[in-house]
């Protein structure tokens, strides 16, 4: 309460304007300001210690890794290589996704069938995917579908489980609740199924992405003529460390805007079906 001129006035707080979080800014300012302070002492010791404390032909120097970089990304040859290996990464990871979730609907939605072939299909998912690339190269070569089916092999089981257990843990009360009301198949997939396996899915896409880069780039280490996991293995043998983080460079480039693409049509998708409150709760 104040008084002005032998008036009361009462002195009310003034709100907000709506949709403005000025707080929610500077806790995002605050992180991104840190991160960017953490990559920046990182460069610097790395520049310093490199020489006088840890060899120079084992890590190089920021300065030296900028230079392979830039003659990479200015160079017809290193784009040849980026476009060769991107196109492996997204073709590999397509199939392997495709495959996946039509095996785990399959096997799924037959429950004989899954109990029949899951031991099989886990025995197969056991075996490390880098030791099928030589089988994969003789039935394919040195080109590039020998790297993107090991990427596929790697991709396809990881969806298949999430969509093979979201078909196993999806509630059968929600469907019989369904089918009592009349509805049908198309109802009880779109009601119950897509919602359920909505979440399982794109986690699996988003854990795929990074398998698919790994399975392209370990069949390019062992036997390639282009691409990235081949100019990384020629720097390896060349003791050329700085071309090696140049390439680390771009593949961790590459990783970052998979993702991305991932989690925004993640996002969009949960949004569309009304499960984004779920998710944040």
Request: aromatic fraction near 8%.
């Given at each position: 309460m104040a008084t002005v001129t032998g008036k009361a006035v009462t002195e009310t707080p003034t709100a907000a304007p709506a949709g403005k979080t000025p707080h929610r800014w500077r806790g995002?300012?605050?992180?991104?300001?840190?991160?960017?302070?953490?990559?920046?002492?990182?460069?610097?010791?790395?520049?310093?210690?490199?020489?006088?404390?840890?060899?120079?032909?084992?890590?190089?120097?920021?300065?030296?890794?900028?230079?392979?970089?830039?003659?990479?990304?200015?160079?017809?040859?290193?784009?040849?290589?980026?476009?060769?290996?991107?196109?492996?990464?997204?073709?590999?990871?397509?199939?392997?996704?495709?495959?996946?979730?039509?095996?785990?609907?399959?096997?799924?939605?037959?429950?004989?069938?899954?109990?029949?072939?899951?031991?099989?299909?886990?025995?197969?998912?056991?075996?490390?995917?880098?030791?099928?690339?030589?089988?994969?190269?003789l039935f394919f070569g040195i080109g590039s579908w020998s790297k993107i089916t090991i990427a596929m092999t790697g991709v396809a089981f990881v969806v298949f489980y999430n969509i093979y257990l979201g078909l196993r843990l999806r509630e059968r009360e929600l469907v019989e609740v369904v089918q009592v009301m009349g509805g049908r198949k198309h109802h009880?997939?779109?009601?119950?199924?897509?919602?359920?396996?909505?979440?399982?899915?794109?986690?699996?896409?988003?854990?795929?992405?990074?398998?698919?880069?790994?399975?392209?780039i370990g069949g390019e280490f062992i036997a390639s003529s282009e691409g990235v996991g081949h100019e990384l293995f020629t720097a390896a043998q060349n003791l050329d460390a700085a071309s090696e983080f140049a390439g680390l460079i771009v593949l961790v480039a590459l990783t970052l805007t998979l993702n991305g693409v991932l989690t925004a049509l993640d996002t969009y998708a949960l949004k569309r079906l009304g499960l984004a409150a779920r998710r944040r709760a």
């Open positions: 995002t300012g605050t992180v991104i300001g840190l991160r960017v302070l953490v990559i920046a002492v990182a460069l610097v010791l790395w520049q310093v210690m490199s020489g006088p404390v840890v060899p120079e032909y084992a890590v190089s120097r920021p300065t030296d890794v900028f230079d392979a970089l830039t003659g990479m990304l200015g160079s017809e040859p290193g784009w040849i290589n980026i476009k060769v290996t991107t196109v492996e990464v997204l073709a590999g990871f397509g199939l392997g996704v495709a495959a996946g979730t039509v095996m785990g609907l399959v096997l799924g939605s037959f429950p004989l069938l899954g109990k029949v072939l899951e031991p099989l299909v886990a025995a197969l998912n056991g075996i490390p995917k880098i030791a099928l690339a030589p089988l994969f190269l009880v997939l779109g009601y119950v199924t897509i919602p359920t396996l909505a979440a399982p899915f794109f986690a699996a896409l988003k854990t795929g992405g990074p398998l698919a880069i790994l399975g392209v």
